[in-house]
């Protein structure tokens, strides 16, 4: 396997790990697809939420993507495995980062500015993610293993239209999510030209700047759809938070009406 090595003291690397040519094409890649494709496609079930029916649109988009065949299958080894191996060998690549002041203290040129922008960005991404895992595919799993008979609509409800809602009235989770958006968004708008770079696509000057327009159009596009549906969920739960404060039992509130 082709490798790298840096000697330790020289921007980008302290040294620790071999950075290996085919992980770091591999890590440009899965960041792409299929975790950027499937960070479009989410988006874009998100954002049946701001439709004239968001709720029943929302809601059907839900419900249809449960209904998809091995879909627990399709979440760990499209989604999962390809977003821990990502975070993962991200991580490592920021610990290689020289402090302080990471590569801009050796060079002050604005790709090592973006270079220090996508290291950050994915830092707060990854704990984002984490988050946001837990808090609805875990959540719906964990209603669906341990409530019996009832499991599947809480499951169900627990990501529904008015449950995201719900979560989105809470200010610090509003601004948590805001932030979280925009870092992935931005991290994917401005891996797109690294992709394109190590993988062929992008090799004189020219094509690399059209590609960085691009890149970064899309992750601005991305962030300000993702901020819409938050703010949009935001507004829209404000009256069920104040009418019963406490998830679970919102929860189950919703598995009532339902019926």
């Known amino acids: 396997m082709a490798t790298t090595t840096i000697e330790r003291g020289q921007p980008g690397s302290k040294s620790f790990f071999k950075d290996s040519y085919l992980l770091h094409k591999l890590h440009s890649l899965s960041g ?11 988006l874009t079930i998100n954002s049946y939420s701001l439709r004239g029916d968001g709720e029943a649109a929302f809601n059907t988009a839900v419900k249809a993507i449960g209904y998809a065949p091995f879909v627990i299958l399709l979440e760990l080894g499209a989604i999962m495995l390809p977003i821990l191996f990502h975070a993962i060998y991200g991580l490592m690549i920021v610990a290689e980062m020289p402090g302080p002041g990471g590569n801009i203290a050796h060079y002050g040129y604005g790709r090592n ?3 220090t922008f996508q290291r950050w960005s994915g830092v707060l991404a990854v704990v984002y993610i984490c988050y946001h895992i837990y808090d609805t595919t875990v959540l719906k799993y964990t209603w669906e293993l341990t409530a019996g008979e009832a499991g599947k609509e809480l499951g169900f409800q627990s990501i529904s239209y008015r449950a995201m809602a719900w979560r989105f009235a809470d200010p610090l989770y509003l601004a948590f999510y805001l932030l979280g958006i925009a870092s ?13 770079i190590r993988w062929g696509l992008a090799i004189g000057k020219e094509a690399q700047k059209v590609i960085a327009i691009l890149g970064w159009g899309l992750g601005i596009a991305l962030t300000l759809l993702g901020s819409a ?9 404000h009256a069920d ?12 509130m919703l598995v ?4």
Request: glycine share 8%; proline share 4%.
């Open 256 to 259: 009532q009406e339902a019926k």
């Open 241 to 252: 938070r104040q009418a019963q404060p406490d998830h679970k039992a919102f929860v189950k």
């Open 229 to 237: 549906v938050a703010i949009n969920f935001s507004v829209k739960g």
């Open 113 to 115: 500015w973006l270079y």
């Open 184 to 196: 992935a968004c931005l991290h994917l708008g401005n891996g797109v030209l690294n992709f394109a």
């Open 32 to 42: 792409v697809i299929p975790i950027g494709a499937f960070l479009i496609f989410h």
